[in-house]
């Protein structure tokens, strides 16, 4: 028997760069109107691939729009687009899963049952048949993602939950007289609160990832709106050998999906007794 | 006789980022061919690490200094090639827990092919025979079969016996024995320490046995090697510790410990917890618990002092104190009396059946079982692993509904799970329970006041908010915590102190009764002697009733009026303690009695 | 359960067979017919489940052939990039795993910093920069294209079973590694040490070998997102295999494509993970105990 020991959040220097960058990232969407030099759309095709200069720091891209300010709104959909999934993911998913961890028995293998269904289903197939039925488009590409998250987190939850209720003292809990909702509220869900947290953090960056990839594949965003996942998958820049717009906007995935997953595992190395 | 083992000066430290962590510091230890010598402390002594450090087992980064000499080479000063071979054929390690320390993806046959090979060079095939041959030797049956299962398809008991083959296999001298049977029922204990004793006398191997058992220490080794903080304290022959022990820690350690052939009025408690060896270093390590302390134990650490006829104890005090120490010792009191006064559960005709996956029949675990209890009464509930006790508890607590019986609590009847808020708070104030693993049992986020104040929110509305918070702060000091506790979080506190805070949560209710599944089983002796005292005290100031279950018929003895002995579900054997356990009538209590070891000192 | 996967490919065939055009009443008549659209649901489920049965899900509408010669031309090149693939996920997975959790200290950093930022960087990213590097920059190896037959087609092949196998191989890493070292950490790996066994045999034996099953649950767990990847790669490196078929159908409409292509990948998403559950109960005693009882 080891000595239980909740270990307190170490960020490191590591830690505090992601900060830095999510912090960044969220600043720049919200005041884009006013940082950006341009509009991200509406270029004149005239104005193709420009060199950086000073009203285009960045230059333009095949359209002819300044490649920066594109970044800067497109920075937008980046991240509402994974709050709202992981939001929509945890709405669903962590109630299904105490409840299935709570209720244990038949519900919790019919859970269980319905969620390896959804599994077998990738993301992409998912917003191939939804955009089938209601049409491209950024709350398509979100609702699909959620779906396809849904089992991940109420998996993941279910897993936490079921191990802390086993646990003597919700037991004890039980025994004393508490009801099930000042068990459930006032002891199991605040023991696996951080847990729930760096799990969601995690997946706000695989979340992006997936957004971003309907987006390259033609089935997220509509272009010409401003999105990363656009940018990356401009193939005729490509192929012309501009590669600026297409590094940008990966740089800025990778480095927001870093810090995400960064600050997640930060999180998970504290919230598991050790 | 000469030494097949001699450790000298054993200092062990593991650095670390807040300076070195010391784990032993300055062992010297002898086991002499042919002889068993047992290593005993509680648990953060030093104890399995000295052990391990004999076979060089100690991570990378452990600074090791002193000397570990076998048959005269040090094992220190051996090449990778030479460890490898001396790990091979001269000395084997038994660990504790037998289903943790083999390999549950490879057959039984795999596990002992692989030593023979490895260490006698064996083909295939001789290899296959020799493994046949020492199954037979410690005691499984249909051995050429057994060889082709999988862990998972033997049993604790048997898969002990397993590595004491593998041991016998390599043909080592000397068997490092570390607790070997404390992760197996007492019945299958006292069969695995029969198996290695007689294996000692066939094959002439000497044992190093590493035990927190003193009891099981005196009554199956020749000599006796207490350790505290990392240092040994008192080295004896066993019979001359049993009968006089010079160290007041081995002596503390001796008389805190239950025995099964009577009670005693009190135990004796240590107080405090055991400290670490870091925070040992330089003085005498039991100077803060030890009740016979005075100034001149302040000088330092106590150097080794020579006693007459063989051994030492390093305490400055020994001589001063031999005759104290000795009245520390158990010595039998009255037997409890039997309790008149009314009823507070009385249950009828339980019974449980649990559905397993695949198996045609039910496994039953509760069979036909009655009980009663009255207040201020202690029933103690006796039986291994798979008797049903647990199942029992649960039946009474309403989290299991039973298939058959009526349960009635403090006068309510009881049929299966609360159906109601209102029924559930109203059952907490009849039935309390206290669990086994302290860590666990408490909510990792509440500190003892706030749990204590939830409880009494729930069945004390009366008393307002101050009311509740002095009520719980005096609660908590009564199961003897200070302020400071009172207010840490659980991670901070000990286990005894965790399992105070258990206690004095179940309190809290002012339950008729309390159910104490295993409560002390997995505290140190000298914890649980505190808390065996503990709940004695408040059964005496509240009167509430115990249901004490428990594996160790000694702390049953110790706490128990009425003891009922249970096997497969069902009851063998109930009645007064003192007459089940001097006089039993049952063959399977006569059995279990057998098994657990005396403190009278070796049998032979 | 195939039952209910099939409901839900069978999605809403009239709302996205007309989708945005509109057609003449005659057309939308005729489209009915050879749809079974006028049958009731059930109806039109079980003759498009018979059909598809037999290997008939009906003509495309895009390209206006029948579905299945579609899938016959497309199915070998995603096939081959998946096998390609999960190939480079298990040796290089495996590898980093191995000299992490061997060897404390700098390898077992550097394999940490290398799987964290193969894991933050999406396929699709690294497609492009593949593309970019290799393709456009030094011009070794093709990025367009799936290349005919053999060495062809496996140098075609080579860059998009890379860029899916990245991510998926440094998860595997990781898994891997903690697995691993947790083995090595634990009693039985003890009792072989203490027993003098080799430690190369102890590596192979118990550490090695006991780490096995957490690793094909990995792999199980990561098949949905190896096929979605391979649309993105596919579309990346524009291979013409089934994703390239399924985004054609989807931008098109073509309602009887998709959901072809639906139960194709459900059908083999559930086929692999069956197979990987019998993998993982042949390497555990315990588990194939379990599944007798």
């Given at each position: ?22 912090v ?14 341009q509009l ?23 359209d002819?729009?300044?490649i ?11 991240l ?17 899963a ?29 917003a ?32 936490m939950?079921?191990?802390e ?32 947290i760096?799990?969601?953090t ?18 997220g ?18 192929a ?25 595992n ?9 | ?20 962590h ?6 010297d ?7 068993s ?24 980064r ?6 570990v ?7 220190f ?12 054929t ?45 199954l ?6 249909r ?33 490092l ?105 330089g ?23 020579s ?16 005759n ?30 649990f559905?397993?996956r ?46 058959a ?20 708070r ?36 009366d008393?307002?908010?101050?009311g ?6 005096r ?73 004490f ?44 009695l ?11 | ?54 290997g ?9 052939t ?28 495996l ?7 061997r ?28 593309t ?26 080579l ?7 990245i ?8 898994v ?59 579309r ?6 089934i ?19 639906a139960?194709?990948?459900?059908i ?21 105990l379990?599944?007798?009882?």
């Amino acid at each position: 028997m080891s000595k239980p020991r909740r270990r307190a959040l170490r960020l490191g220097v590591a830690g505090w760069i992601a900060i830095a960058v999510v912090v960044t990232a969220v600043v720049v969407a919200i005041a884009a109107p006013w940082l950006a030099p341009q509009l991200p759309t509406g270029g004149s095709i005239l104005e193709q691939f420009e060199p950086p200069s000073v009203t285009h720091p960045l230059g333009t891209d095949v359209d002819g729009n300044d490649i920066l300010s594109r970044l800067m709104y497109g920075a937008r959909p980046s991240l509402l687009g994974p709050l709202l999934v992981v939001v929509l993911a945890l709405l669903i998913g962590v109630p299904i899963a105490l409840a299935s961890a709570w209720r244990g028995g038949v519900i919790d293998t019919a859970i269980g049952r319905a969620l390896d269904l959804i599994f077998a289903f990738p993301t992409v197939l998912i917003a191939a048949l939804l955009v089938l039925v209601v049409g491209r488009g950024l709350p398509a590409a979100i609702v699909a993602i959620s779906i396809a998250y849904i089992p991940y987190t109420t998996r993941l939850t279910r897993t936490m939950a079921l191990r802390e209720r086993n646990k003597a003292y919700i037991l004890a809990c039980e025994v004393q007289g508490l009801s099930t909702a000042a068990i459930m509220f006032r002891h199991l869900l605040p023991n696996i609160s951080r847990f729930i947290i760096a799990q969601a953090t995690i997946a706000f960056g695989f979340a992006l990832i997936d957004l971003a990839a309907l987006s390259f594949i033609g089935i997220g965003i509509i272009p010409p709106a401003p999105d990363w996942g656009i940018m990356v998958g401009d193939t005729t820049s490509i192929a012309q050998g501009n590669y600026t717009g297409v590094i940008a906007a990966a740089g800025c995935i990778v480095a927001i999906v870093g810090a995400f997953t960064l600050l997640g595992n930060r999180l998970d190395e504290g919230s598991e007794l050790k | 006789m000469t030494a097949l083992l001699e450790i000298s000066g054993l200092t062990i430290s593991i650095p670390s980022s807040s300076g070195d962590h010391l784990l032993v510091d300055g062992v010297d230890l002898r086991v002499d061919t042919g002889s068993s010598v047992a290593l005993v402390g509680e648990s953060g002594s030093g104890k399995s690490v000295t052990a391990r450090s004999i076979l060089r087992l100690l991570p990378d980064r452990a600074k090791v200094s002193g000397d570990v000499l076998f048959e005269g080479s040090s094992i220190f000063a051996m090449s990778n090639a030479e460890l490898m071979r001396f790990r091979q054929t001269k000395v084997a390690m038994v660990f504790q827990d037998p289903r943790a320390s083999i390999n549950p993806m490879r057959t039984i046959g795999d596990f002992l092919i692989d030593g023979l090979r490895a260490g006698r060079d064996l083909a295939r095939a001789s290899a296959v025979e020799e493994a046949t041959r020492l199954l037979g030797i410690v005691g499984v049956s249909r051995a050429e079969d057994r060889l082709q299962q999988y862990p998972h398809e033997f049993s604790g008991g048997m898969l002990q016996r397993v590595m004491i083959a593998s041991a016998v296999g390599s043909g080592a001298t000397l068997l490092l024995a570390d607790e070997p049977t404390t992760a197996l029922d007492v019945s299958i204990q006292a069969e695995v320490m029969a198996l290695l004793g007689g294996l000692r006398d066939e094959f002439g191997l000497s044992v190093l046995f590493i035990t927190h058992d003193i009891d099981l220490a005196t009554s199956h080794c020749d000599r006796i090697d207490v350790m505290y903080a990392g240092a040994v304290v008192e080295s004896r022959a066993s019979s001359d510790l049993v009968a006089a022990p010079r160290h007041p820690y081995s002596a503390a350690l001796m008389g805190c410990r239950t025995h099964i052939e009577s009670r005693s009025a009190r135990l004796v408690a240590i107080d405090g917890a055991p400290i670490n060896a870091s925070a040992a270093r330089g003085r005498c390590a039991f100077e803060d618990r030890c009740s016979f302390a005075a100034a001149a134990c302040s000088d330092g650490r106590p150097d080794a002092m020579s006693l007459a006829g063989d051994g030492y104890v390093r305490c400055v005090r020994a001589d001063e104190i031999a005759n104290d120490l000795v009245r520390l010792l158990h010595r039998p009191s009255d037997e409890l009396a039997a309790v008149v006064a009314p009823i507070v559960i009385a249950a009828t005709g339980l019974r449980k059946e649990f559905k397993v996956r695949g198996a045609a029949t039910p496994t039953v675990a509760v069979d036909d079982v009655s009980l009663t209890l009255r207040r201020g009464e202690t029933l103690g509930i006796v039986g291994e692993s798979g008797s049903g006790k647990t199942t029992l508890g649960r039946l009474l607590l309403g989290i299991e509904s039973a298939d058959a019986g009526t349960i009635v609590v403090d006068g309510a009847l009881r049929d299966g799970r609360a159906r109601s808020a209102a029924e559930r708070r109203k059952r907490g104030r009849q039935l309390q329970i206290v669990f086994q693993d302290p860590y666990t049992s408490l909510d990792p986020r509440q500190t003892p006041v706030s749990a204590v104040t939830e409880i009494l929110a729930l069945h004390r509305a009366d008393l307002g908010r101050d009311g509740r918070l002095s009520s719980a702060v005096r609660l908590l000091r009564e199961v003897g915590l200070d302020d400071r506790q009172c207010s840490a979080l659980p991670a901070e506190l000990s286990g005894g102190q965790r399992q105070r805070v258990a206690i004095a949560k179940a309190l809290a209710a002012d339950p008729a009764a309390i159910i104490l599944d295993e409560a002390v089983s997995g505290l140190d002796v000298s914890i649980q002697a505190q808390v065996l005292n503990l709940l004695a005290d408040l059964q005496e100031s509240t009167g509430v009733a115990y249901l004490f279950i428990s594996h160790d018929l000694s702390v049953i003895r110790q706490i128990a009026h009425r003891v009922m002995v249970m096997r497969d579900g069902s009851v063998v054997e109930e009645g007064a303690t003192v007459s089940v356990l001097t006089d039993p009538v049952a063959d399977y209590t006569k059995q279990l009695l057998a098994a657990v070891p005396s403190a009278a000192g070796p049998a032979a | 359960m195939i039952f209910g996967v099939l409901t839900l490919a069978s999605g809403d065939p009239l709302a996205a067979l007309l989708g945005n055009r509109t057609p003449s009443p005659e057309r939308v008549a005729q489209l009915q017919a050879q749809y079974h659209l006028n049958e009731p649901f059930l109806v039109q489920y079980w003759l498009w489940l018979t059909d598809a049965f037999r290997g008939d899900f009906g003509d495309s509408i895009v390209y206006q052939t029948p579905v299945s010669s579609l899938l016959r031309q497309a199915a070998p090149i995603s096939i081959a990039l998946i096998l390609m693939a999960e190939a480079m996920i298990v040796a290089i997975g495996l590898c980093a795993a191995v000299v992490a959790a061997r060897h404390r200290g700098a390898p077992d950093a550097i394999v940490a910093l290398a799987s964290s930022l193969a894991i933050s960087i999406p396929i699709f990213v690294f497609a492009v920069l593949l593309t970019i590097i290799f393709g456009k920059t030094l011009g070794v190896l093709p990025t367009v294209g799936a290349g005919t037959g053999g060495w062809d087609r496996f140098s075609h092949l080579l860059l998009p079973a890379f860029a899916l196998a990245i991510g998926s191989s440094a998860l595997l890493a990781r898994v891997g590694r903690s697995a691993m070292r947790e083995e090595i950490d634990s009693p039985h790996v003890a009792t072989e040490v203490a027993r003098g066994i080799p430690s190369h045999h102890v590596f192979r034996r118990h550490v090695f070998r006991n780490s096995l099953p957490p690793l094909l649950a990995v792999i199980a767990l990561q098949i949905p997102a190896l096929i979605a990847g391979t649309v993105v790669v596919e579309r990346a490196f524009n291979l013409g295999g089934i994703g390239t078929l399924l985004l054609a159908g989807v931008n098109a409409g073509d309602f009887p494509l998709v959901q072809a292509i639906a139960l194709l990948i459900v059908i083999v998403t559930v086929t692999l993970g069956v197979l990987v559950d019998i993998l993982h109960a042949m390497l555990d005693p315990r588990m194939s105990l379990a599944g007798n009882q």
